[in-house]
């Protein structure tokens, strides 16, 4: 059956009710109603002080219902929102502290103050708020580039930064060239082994406490990313291995049963390590949300994540995805079909990570989320990525929203542009797709150009929910669209945008086709 609609938009194009989303073992999300759900969105993380993008009118942070009105016309439906330890647990003093940083057994280092977290968790809480209003989502990352300030980047406070008393010179050129300051690998070894009297491992971790506490009862919150792109200098090819067994402690701490490799073999964490890690500590306050791990920072860029299985019921293995040939100006690919070639394997090396991490609490392996790629102009990159992504189902926040005089990023990053205007991206990354599927999907096929969608999905045994497709109206059909069905009916009113597919009785197989312009003749 076909159905033709005409511009005219009824509505945002997003569900205004939320639903805590789960992750019971499988490359898929779940709704509350066991509706398979997919999220597309974007990154809003502000790096300079207050350390969060809120509604602050006429100040450079200011994130106002102008961008979640955008945000939500779009079709977006989850924003990564940056977080930083070092607005939450500030502290006092500088690096290098004797009482923080002498080595030793750790202890609590007095520097975090519930009243200071919560005044910054209530701005935070605005944005969620606010992005709740137009049916969005709150990915909360915890975000942070070479670590600290201190060596050109943003995350941990002055006073969790230790260098063996040696003095911190930040490297000049571009802010990147920091990952191979020798000071850095010092204060990123210390953090990572948690070897200093400070206890910088379990401070962050009270900080994640004190954030999941805060909106453990928030269904708009979508979840949880520990920590944004582990690193530190010191690893090598040779020794990644070593660093993941550091990650995965971090993250389950050293009372969980971890094994990795075959054979499985027990993990040797680092000796002053907390017994319940960043994972078990959200996990004990909040009851609902996901916990989107990433591996090292290496994988962003084609090398395999070496994570393995996990004893946690809600956790989605999180990854980024850049290809090295890339100006570090602009972001654009300085060879576009080996940029290309670079992404795709690095897409192929997820499927095998996912793998990977299969436990006894999620024996599918985990579900998957691409939180981020991008930071281009570069319309042909982005196409391959979102459609690879939509080929495949996985859910992705593009990087980034608009250019906050980012100090480790460029102005032609993100999707607005600094004049106001969209990136010639847009028609790339706003395009139609299923926000939730009443069923199993079975394929689906974009074409980001022309705007033509294509998926067919397996109805769910006794689901008597509805299918709900996104159609990208205002992007990709000016001039109205077609959609075909079979083995289900259009159950939404005409001209939403928000297309609801009700499935027929007795049928094993919907197909659904969005195409721009009028229906083909019958």
């Not at 490359?27 to 790096?47: A, E, I, T």
């Not at 002498?102 to 605005?126: C, I, M, S």
């Not at 990313?225 to 090598?236: H, M, Q």
């Amino acid at each position: 059956m076909q159905y033709q609609f005409s511009p005219g938009v009824t509505s945002t194009g997003l569900d205004p009710n939320a639903s805590y989303v789960s992750a019971p073992g499988s490359q898929y999300l779940y709704d509350s109603n066991g509706r398979v759900v997919l999220f597309h969105g974007v990154n809003v993380v502000y790096k300079r002080a207050p350390y969060i993008a809120y509604p602050d009118p006429g100040k450079p942070w200011n994130f106002d219902s102008s961008d979640a009105k955008a945000i939500a016309s779009l079709g977006f439906n989850v924003v990564r929102l940056g977080i930083e330890w070092q607005a939450i647990e500030p502290g006092s003093g500088p690096p290098n502290q004797p009482k923080i940083c002498t080595p030793g057994k750790p202890q609590n280092p007095d520097e975090f103050n519930a009243a200071v977290a919560r005044r910054y968790l209530d701005k935070v809480a605005e944005t969620v708020n606010l992005l709740s209003r137009y049916g969005i989502y709150t990915l909360l990352d915890m975000h942070q580039d070479v670590y600290s300030q201190l060596f050109r980047g943003e995350g941990a406070p002055a006073w969790a930064v230790c260098t063996d008393g040696k003095r911190i010179v930040p490297l000049g050129g571009r802010w990147s060239d920091n990952y191979s300051n020798a000071t850095l690998d010092i204060a990123e070894g210390d953090f990572w082994r948690n070897d200093v009297v400070g206890n910088l491992q379990g401070q962050y971790d009270l900080s994640w406490e004190t954030v999941a506490k805060y909106f453990a009862n928030d269904p708009w919150i979508l979840g949880y990313d520990p920590y944004n792109e582990p690193f530190s200098p010191s690893i090598t090819l040779e020794q990644r291995g070593q660093f993941t067994t550091e990650l995965e402690c971090f993250y389950a701490g050293t009372g969980a049963s971890l094994t990795t490799g075959q054979p499985p073999t027990q993990l040797s964490c680092p000796r002053d390590d907390p017994e319940y890690g960043v994972v078990p500590t959200i996990e004990g306050v909040d009851p609902h949300h996901l916990i989107f791990v990433e591996p090292d920072n290496f994988t962003a860029r084609g090398l395999p994540s070496l994570l393995g299985p996990m004893p946690f019921p809600r956790l989605v293995y999180n990854f980024h995805i850049y290809c090295s040939e890339r100006s570090p100006v602009t972001g654009n690919p300085t060879n576009l079909e080996a940029c290309a070639q670079s992404e795709v394997s690095t897409a192929l090396n997820e499927i095998i990570a996912r793998f990977n991490m299969a436990s006894n609490a999620q024996p599918g392996g985990p579900a998957w989320f691409m939180s981020e790629f991008g930071a281009t102009t570069s319309t042909e990159l982005v196409g391959l990525v979102t459609g690879a992504a939509a080929t495949t189902n996985i859910g992705w926040t593009y990087w980034s929203w608009k250019y906050y005089k980012d100090p480790t990023g460029s102005r032609a990053e993100p999707l607005v542009q600094p004049s106001g205007s969209y990136s010639p991206i847009l028609p790339a990354l706003s395009f139609t797709y299923a926000q939730a599927v009443a069923g199993m999907p079975d394929s689906v096929a974009v074409d980001p150009v022309s705007g033509g969608f294509e998926m067919t999905y397996s109805p769910g045994v006794g689901q008597s929910s509805s299918t709900s497709i996104y159609v990208a109206a205002s992007v990709h059909y000016p001039h109205g669209w077609c959609v075909a069905v079979q083995g289900g009916t259009v159950a939404s009113q005409p001209g939403n945008v928000l297309l609801q597919i009700a499935t027929a009785p007795n049928a094993s197989r919907v197909a659904v086709t969005v195409t721009g312009g009028r229906c083909p003749s019958s």
